[in-house]
């Protein structure tokens, strides 16, 4: 078996919007998670086919997990990239949904989640073969977790919502200063401005809120690695099987909730145009628009 990672036109630097860029992520995404369940399957049926676990692990799990990384490196390559051009739309995307947006933390997920979702599927994997652990029988994926494991996890997690605290803190300071010296005597000036007739100058605006942009540049950067990172560590500390249940957890969870958000989202907007406005007879919303600009004329 192999697992090539396709390049694609829309996956390099270009024109493009990350909005699309990040639809085609997310088909590739839905890919690898086939691949995983596959090699999962696979790695269940090694004995019958007499392949030993060293084996199915140089040949298909440690490379297929390695591609999974990869793909992520390069969601994050492909940000910091646009971001670059316009910090704001990555705290604001138009590529998730409400429900998603609800739960971001300095423009992602965050990084501590990668433990819950850990400890959540182990326990899950733990419960489904409990017997057969009770019997000592090792069932090789995350509810099979060593001591050993568990305790790298352990200072790992500690660790990680440490530098989480400190990223935390430092996005607060970027919040605190849009009401600094610098933003009120401005905001002051071009309102008096405004009272005048006057119209602002923009390069005056734009060299105010250029530093501002940059600090919430460094602090998403920082973010996205700490993202990345925890990812790659919680990886690393698992077996090649542990690490395949683990990406099929993180890419189930990632693709339905998304899923979800905008199955969401499109019932609410369905139901906000169709809802009864009473105006001069108009049923809808969209036939009181029709009304209004019928009127105009």
């Known amino acids: 078996m192999s697992f090539p990672i396709r390049s694609a036109p829309y996956m390099t630097e270009g024109s493009e919007s990350f909005h699309k860029f990040f639809e085609s992520w997310l088909v590739e995404q839905n890919q690898f998670l086939e691949k995983l369940v596959s090699a999962s399957k696979e790695n269940q049926q090694r004995q019958e086919q007499a392949v030993s676990q060293r084996e199915l692990d140089e040949t298909i799990l440690i490379p297929l997990v390695e591609k999974v990384i990869q793909h992520y490196e390069h969601y994050y390559r492909a940000k910091s990239r646009w971001a670059k051009n316009d910090v704001l739309i990555m705290f604001n995307p138009s590529w998730t949904s409400s429900l998603e947006d609800a739960f971001l933390w300095i423009g992602g997920w965050r990084p501590s989640m990668a433990f819950h979702l850990l400890y959540s599927k182990s326990g899950l994997q733990l419960e489904a073969r409990i017997v057969e652990i009770l019997r000592g029988i090792s069932t090789g994926d995350l509810g099979d977790l060593s001591s050993g494991q568990l305790e790298k996890v352990d200072e790992l997690q500690k660790l990680t919502i440490r530098e989480e605290k400190e990223l935390s803190e430092k996005m607060a300071k970027k919040q605190e200063a849009v009401a ?51 990812l790659r560590k919680v990886v690393s500390l698992l077996s090649p099987i542990q690490g395949v249940h683990f990406l099929i957890a993180a890419a189930e969870l990632h693709l339905r909730f998304h899923e979800w958000g905008k199955k969401r989202d499109a019932r609410i907007h369905q139901a906000t145009e169709g809802r009864c406005v009473p105006v001069s007879g108009c049923t809808t919303l969209m036939a009181r628009n029709q009304y209004i600009q019928k009127n105009r004329l």
């Open 180 to 230: 600094d010296k610098s933003m009120v005597e401005l905001s002051h000036a071009v309102t008096e401005m405004m009272r005048e007739g006057v119209a602002a100058d923009e390069r005056m605006v734009e060299a105010t809120l250029g530093p501002k942009e940059e600090g919430l540049m460094q602090v998403l950067q920082k973010a996205d690695d700490l993202r990345l990172n925890t």
